[in-house]
């Protein structure tokens, strides 16, 4: 009975031994993995890890993340941190724009009556030219009114082409116009670009931070 006893106790060691996890064994520090220590650090062949908690998550929990990780955390949150203020400046910027395309284009529309006011009296100058011009018999008396007549015309047509110039397809106003607005468009494809970025970063990150890395 003794010797059974015995056997019984001998064979229970020798099942718990082979149960139980060796005394040296570890768990694998990877991202997710929970620690304990706030701001302990480590080194394992995949890299360098830091206990703390997950910056992209609402969690308190501590678990252990990758210096990676948490250097892209840190750079995504800031980027994200400064996107209000962007937008803001971009709003900002493209309603100075539109004020500054609108002016332009009140200037344009400005110029445009001028011109038809122009045409106007550049008609009437050349009408009453031409009156003086055909009448013959008073040619040398009406010397001075045609002469003067002239100058008008000169003048009247001088001044519509200038401003033509100015308000053709490749003039100054038009030009205006048309680099205002591809700075509006360069101020908005600046700010959709740094969301693009943000939204890259955040997939990034997350490779980053996934469990198991």
């Known amino acids: 009975m003794r010797s059974l006893r015995i056997l019984v106790v001998a064979l229970f060691c020798a ?3 082979m149960i139980a996890p060796p005394a040296s064994a570890k768990v694998k520090i990877s991202n ?3 620690c304990t220590k706030s701001g302990a650090t480590t080194k394992t062949s ?9 910056p992209l998550s609402t969690s308190k929990k ?3 993340l990758s210096t990676d990780c948490l250097t892209m955390s840190a750079s995504y949150l800031k980027a994200k941190s400064l996107l209000p203020a962007a937008k803001v400046v971009t709003d900002r910027t493209i309603a100075n724009l539109d004020a500054d395309i609108a002016n332009q284009k009140s200037v344009l529309e400005a110029t445009l009556t001028k011109i038809e ?4 009296k550049l008609a009437d100058s050349n009408a009453k030219l031409a009156a003086l011009r055909a009448d013959t018999p008073n040619l040398v008396m009406n010397k001075k ?9 000169n003048s009247w047509t001088s001044a519509i082409t200038s401003l033509t110039k100015i308000t053709g397809p ?3 106003l038009q ?4 680099r205002i607005g591809s700075s509006k468009i360069s101020a908005t494809a600046s700010y959709e670009g740094l969301k693009s970025d943000l939204v890259n970063s955040l997939t990034t990150t997350k490779l980053m931070c996934s469990k198991g890395l």
């Open 15 to 17: 099942v718990s031994v």
């Open 32 to 34: 997710g993995v929970t």
């Open 46 to 54: 995949s890299g360098r890890y830091k206990c703390t908690k997950n």
């Open 62 to 64: 501590l678990t252990w």
């Open 117 to 120: 006011i122009y045409k106007v």
């Open 145 to 153: 009114s045609i002469d003067n007549y002239q100058k008008a015309v």
């Open 170 to 172: 490749t003039g100054d």
């Open 175 to 178: 030009r205006a116009i048309n």
